[in-house]
């Protein structure tokens, strides 16, 4: 491109402008690193990302006898453990607290002093109040500032308020946490206008976005690993309001995988008749339907699958261990099934909205019990018999 001379000398004033004030700023935090060592110490840190306690190790582990717990409260769990070792872990919620269980009882409210009990600028929780999409512009804006480690909270339907933002917290690299709860027709008695549907898929369809829909204490504690040393890439924890067991099998080290064979009543060194693949709070409805099975003499295979991106992101080796070549695949998760067809022959899901009851009572009413993921997968097995048809390759297909 041509650039005439005197649009060139204007960017050139700019640039010597800029090193000026690179100049002045460094002087100024000279002084400050002077004035207050640790302070300038502590803030250094934070921008270059560093950690400064082994956080990892306090985030909690479950055995399947733990009393079953929803993900949001297990999510719960884990800000309370992780917020006093990172002071740059800063976010809150839209109006909903008591409902999404984000707020870090170890830091008051970020807000004037004397405006309420407390309350600071020192204070870490924000209440962004009913501006979900306000509230996740904001987490992008603290991110792109550095040194701030972001989160944002709200029922898992209403991310849609939010995804102008949170499609700029992909398409600019902000490691945003966004702590969606309420996230099936699981929730109940709200009904379809709260109940989300297609939310999970939008979040898959979204470039650079990690989704992970933990199925108990384990992956939730996983979750949060993940998304918080992903720093360059924002994560969508989706987490369920009913309470679920804990599952043999799982681990927090796992999640980083995307999915992994959790249950598999073929034993080692043998096919699994068929694949059922859950997500969050409908794992374990497989790991019943597999044991069902096995009493009727047909093995299946149970895949904790809580994040599509991590699963799709790993080498094909891995992955062709986990979805077996000739064995059908059943998924089931209380979503829209766009976008499964990539990890399963044939699915449970949601095709149209929910309704409003009893947890349990809605879940019946849609298939989502272990009889019916039973029935469903001997039809699996059956169909590809039946046609004599040989079960599609799920691993190696040609990316052109």
């Given at each position: 491109?041509?650039?005439?001379?005197?649009?060139?000398?204007?960017?050139?004033?700019?640039?010597?402008?800029?090193?000026?004030?690179?100049?002045?700023?460094?002087?100024?935090?000279?002084?400050?690193?002077?004035?207050?060592?640790?302070?300038?110490?502590?803030?250094?840190?934070?921008?270059?990302?560093?950690?400064?306690?082994?956080?990892?190790?306090?985030?909690?582990?479950?055995?399947?006898?733990?009393?079953?717990?929803?993900?949001?409260?297990?999510?719960?769990?884990?800000?309370?453990?992780?917020?006093?070792?990172?002071?740059?872990?800063?976010?809150?919620?839209?109006?909903?607290?008591?409902?999404?269980?984000?707020?870090?009882?170890?830091?008051?409210?970020?807000?004037?002093?004397?405006?309420?009990?407390?309350?600071?600028?020192?204070?870490?929780?924000?209440?962004?109040?009913?501006?979900?999409?306000?509230?996740?512009?904001?987490?992008?804006?603290?991110?792109?500032?550095?040194?701030?480690?972001?989160?944002?909270?709200?029922?898992?339907?209403?991310?849609?308020?939010?995804?102008?933002?949170?499609?700029?917290?992909?398409?600019?690299?902000?490691?945003?946490?966004?702590?969606?709860?309420?996230?099936?027709?699981?929730?109940?008695?709200?009904?379809?206008?709260?109940?989300?549907?297609?939310?999970?898929?939008?979040?898959?369809?979204?470039?650079?976005?990690?989704?992970?829909?933990?199925?108990?204490?384990?992956?939730?504690?996983?979750?949060?690993?993940?998304?918080?040393?992903?720093?360059?890439?924002?994560?969508?924890?989706?987490?369920?309001?009913?309470?679920?067991?804990?599952?043999?099998?799982?681990?927090?080290?796992?999640?980083?995988?995307?999915?992994?064979?959790?249950?598999?009543?073929?034993?080692?060194?043998?096919?699994?008749?068929?694949?059922?693949?859950?997500?969050?709070?409908?794992?374990?409805?497989?790991?019943?339907?597999?044991?069902?099975?096995?009493?009727?003499?047909?093995?299946?295979?149970?895949?904790?699958?809580?994040?599509?991106?991590?699963?799709?992101?790993?080498?094909?080796?891995?992955?062709?261990?986990?979805?077996?070549?000739?064995?059908?695949?059943?998924?089931?998760?209380?979503?829209?099934?766009?976008?499964?067809?990539?990890?399963?022959?044939?699915?449970?899901?949601?095709?149209?909205?929910?309704?409003?009851?009893?947890?349990?009572?809605?879940?019946?009413?849609?298939?989502?019990?272990?009889?019916?993921?039973?029935?469903?997968?001997?039809?699996?097995?059956?169909?590809?018999?039946?046609?004599?048809?040989?079960?599609?390759?799920?691993?190696h297909v040609p990316k052109l």
């Open positions: 491109f041509n650039v005439d001379q005197d649009v060139a000398d204007i960017y050139s004033q700019a640039k010597q402008k800029g090193k000026a004030l690179e100049s002045e700023w460094q002087s100024l935090f000279g002084k400050y690193q002077a004035a207050f060592p640790d302070l300038a110490k502590e803030l250094e840190r934070r921008m270059k990302g560093e950690a400064v306690h082994a956080w990892r190790e306090v985030l909690p582990t479950y055995k399947p006898t733990d009393a079953p717990k929803s993900t949001r409260a297990l999510s719960q769990i884990c800000i309370q453990k992780l917020a006093p070792l990172l002071p740059e872990f800063i976010g809150g919620s839209a109006d909903l607290n008591p409902s999404t269980l984000t707020y870090m009882e170890c830091s008051p409210d970020f807000q004037p002093e004397g405006l309420i009990k407390g309350a600071s600028f020192a204070g870490r929780n924000i209440r962004f109040g009913v501006r979900e999409h306000a509230m996740a512009a904001v987490c992008n804006g603290l991110s792109a500032f550095g040194g701030i480690i972001p989160y944002c909270s709200t029922f898992l339907n209403f991310i849609q308020y939010c995804l102008p933002a949170v499609r700029l917290s992909a398409l600019s690299r902000h490691g945003v946490i966004y702590i969606m709860t309420h996230d099936s027709i699981g929730l109940g008695e709200d009904g379809p206008t709260h109940q989300p549907i297609a939310a999970m898929a939008q979040i898959r369809a979204t470039p650079h976005i990690i989704d992970i829909r933990p199925a108990d204490g384990n992956e939730t504690s996983g979750a949060y690993v993940i998304a918080l040393q992903e720093r360059d890439r924002p994560s969508v924890l989706a987490l369920c309001r009913q309470d679920i067991p804990q599952l043999p099998g799982s681990s927090a080290e796992s999640v980083a995988m995307g999915a992994y064979t959790l249950v598999d009543h073929a034993g080692e060194g043998k096919a699994a008749d068929v694949i059922l693949i859950g997500s969050g709070s409908e794992t374990h409805l497989c790991v019943n339907a597999a044991a069902e099975l096995a009493k009727a003499g047909v093995n299946a295979r149970v895949v904790s699958m809580p994040s599509h991106r991590l699963f799709g992101e790993q080498p094909v080796e891995y992955r062709e261990k986990v979805l077996l070549t000739g064995v059908p695949v059943l998924s089931v998760e209380a979503s829209s099934t766009y976008g499964w067809s990539q990890f399963a022959h044939a699915h449970i899901g949601m095709e149209g909205f929910g309704t409003s009851g009893p947890a349990p009572k809605v879940f019946e009413k849609f298939g989502f019990t272990a009889d019916n993921i039973a029935n469903k997968a001997k039809a699996l097995i059956a169909f590809y018999k039946s046609k004599n048809h040989p079960v599609p390759d799920l691993v």
